[in-house]
């Protein structure tokens, strides 16, 4: 795959985030990253060795869960699809405003929105680990919204090779 077609293919992988896949390419690539674990493992390393500021931009180019579905927030289709997946269309008036609370409240204390990899679980799950998450600290929340946003990639990346 020529520079080109890498680019228009895996630069939605990373919310709002082609420079990524720039970094990437710009590294070079080679047998290793055929396949999507492989691939996947060297975005990883990009974002690992960003730098905070640049990781924080990352976290930050993410849309609120299920804001976006009510139609109150642009998110990407790979975004919409994966809340849509997870139930969180489907919310009741009280889980709607559960979310709606827990995601100005995190963001007010964390600085970034709140992010999980949603593929797999039902807006109940989500609800209880971001009511789980919304207590920790800082740094260890920094680092798992970075382990989050890292599943999301191999998942989307996964679905290309797929």
């Given at each position: 795959m020529d520079k080109q077609a890498f680019l228009e293919t895996f630069a939605g992988v990373f919310e709002h985030s082609p420079w990524i896949t720039e970094k990437v390419w710009a590294r070079g690539l080679d047998e290793q990253h055929d396949t999507a674990a492989g691939l996947h493992q060297a975005f990883c390393q990009v974002i690992q060795e960003s730098g905070q500021q640049a990781q924080t931009?990352?976290?930050?180019?993410?849309?609120?869960?299920?804001v976006g579905i009510a139609?109150?927030?642009?998110?990407?289709?790979?975004?919409?699809?994966?809340?849509?997946?997870?139930?969180?269309?489907?919310?009741?008036?009280?889980?709607?405003?559960?979310?709606?609370?827990?995601?100005?409240?995190?963001?007010?204390?964390?600085?970034?929105?709140?992010?999980?990899?949603?593929?797999?679980?039902?807006?109940?799950?989500?609800?209880e680990t971001f009511r789980r998450r919304i207590k920790s600290n800082p740094d260890d929340e920094f680092q798992a919204a970075l382990e989050q946003v890292m599943r999301i990639g191999l998942f989307r990346i996964e679905s290309i090779f797929n």
């Open positions: 931009d990352l976290l930050r180019a993410h849309p609120d869960l299920a139609g109150k927030d642009s998110l990407t289709e790979a975004s919409r699809k994966e809340q849509q997946g997870a139930g969180l269309g489907q919310c009741s008036v009280e889980e709607f405003s559960a979310f709606q609370q827990l995601n100005e409240s995190y963001r007010k204390g964390f600085g970034f929105p709140f992010i999980m990899a949603v593929k797999g679980h039902q807006r109940h799950d989500i609800l």
